[in-house]
């Protein structure tokens, strides 16, 4: 009987311990899973239609999640984890019952050593041994009398408490086992529909949305360089390279053209000299005459 008590209160004590740990697992374990939640709805905003799609529709599957998490965590709360604390009561309550068991049973037995005292005393007073007898034999009956009223209260005590054991034990487990089927069994529905939803997600549409984007911006780049770099017909210009050769030619061919100047007009001089000298060499035999 004692060791019944005994047992139920420290291994139902250790339930109580380690459920109510796993329910505050539980809750944690939810938490992080809101804040995942966040993180790819703001993740999802930086990406293509596709995959920003898929991931909201996936933060959508989580959260979902999470709310069944958070009626599992209720539910383990009011239907196990409680029922284990109030067990703490119940045991204190048998415990006195059997102190109160053992303090009837330990009077009883001091009622017949008493007994068995005075009869092996000698009879010289056999009057007041008599006496003494009847008194303790009294006692004796009447302890014998609480002990018997006193056992059978305590083996239905005893016995109510096993019985009202058992049926808890098989319920708050059914009930653990339960609350735990329905969560996993909503948990395998979500999850299955965001696995289809993350198969079906067009990554080639994404990647082509991409490469466009990055063809737009490096096509305009390249674009403006081509444009800064063609030769306008209304405006003419060459690159300072050509500009530079340009220039020389110029200047050389200035310099050729003065060369030609300057030859030419040496040229006429000399001719116009050598007319002169002509001229008047003609002249002056006719002088003469």
């Known amino acids: 009987m004692d060791s019944t008590v005994t047992n139920a209160e420290k291994h139902f004590g250790q339930f109580c311990s380690l459920l109510a740990a796993y329910t505050r697992k539980t809750a944690r374990l939810r938490d992080t899973a809101d804040r995942l939640v966040l993180q790819l709805i703001d993740f999802a905003s930086t990406e293509g ?24 965590v209720e539910r383990l ?36 050593e008493k007994l068995e005292k005075l009869r092996q005393k000698s009879p010289w007073d056999r009057q007041m041994i008599h006496l003494s007898q009847s008194q303790a034999e009294t006692s004796v009956q009447k302890a014998l009398g609480d002990t018997g009223r006193t056992t059978h209260q305590l ?31 909503k948990a395998v529905e979500v999850y299955s529909s ?11 549409r994404d990647l082509e949305d991409f490469r466009a984007k990055m063809r737009g911006v490096y096509g305009r780049y390249d674009t403006r360089l081509l444009t ?52 008047n060499r003609t002249r002056a035999p006719q002088s003469e005459n």
């Open 194 to 204: 965001a696995f289809q939803t993350l198969g079906g997600c067009d990554l080639e």
């Open 49 to 72: 239609p596709e995959m920003r799609a898929t991931l909201r529709d996936l933060a959508e599957d989580l959260a979902k999640v999470q709310d069944y998490r958070q009626a599992q």
């Open 77 to 112: 709360e009011v239907k196990v984890v409680n029922p284990l604390k109030l067990y703490g009561a119940q045991i204190k309550q048998t415990r006195a019952e059997i102190k109160k068991f053992k303090r009837v049973r330990n009077n009883e037995i001091k009622q017949l």
């Open 228 to 279: 800064d770099t063609t030769p306008s017909a209304a405006v003419p210009w060459s690159l300072p390279g050509q500009s530079a050769q340009n220039t020389i030619r110029s200047q050389r061919k200035e310099e050729e053209v003065s060369e030609d100047d300057s030859a030419a007009e040496d040229l006429e001089e000399s001719l116009g000299g050598w007319g002169r000298r002509s001229t």
């Open 155 to 185: 083996e239905e005590t005893v016995d109510a408490f096993q019985m009202q054991k058992l049926k808890d034990l098989q319920k708050m487990f059914s009930d653990f086992v339960t609350i735990e089927l329905v969560f996993h069994a």
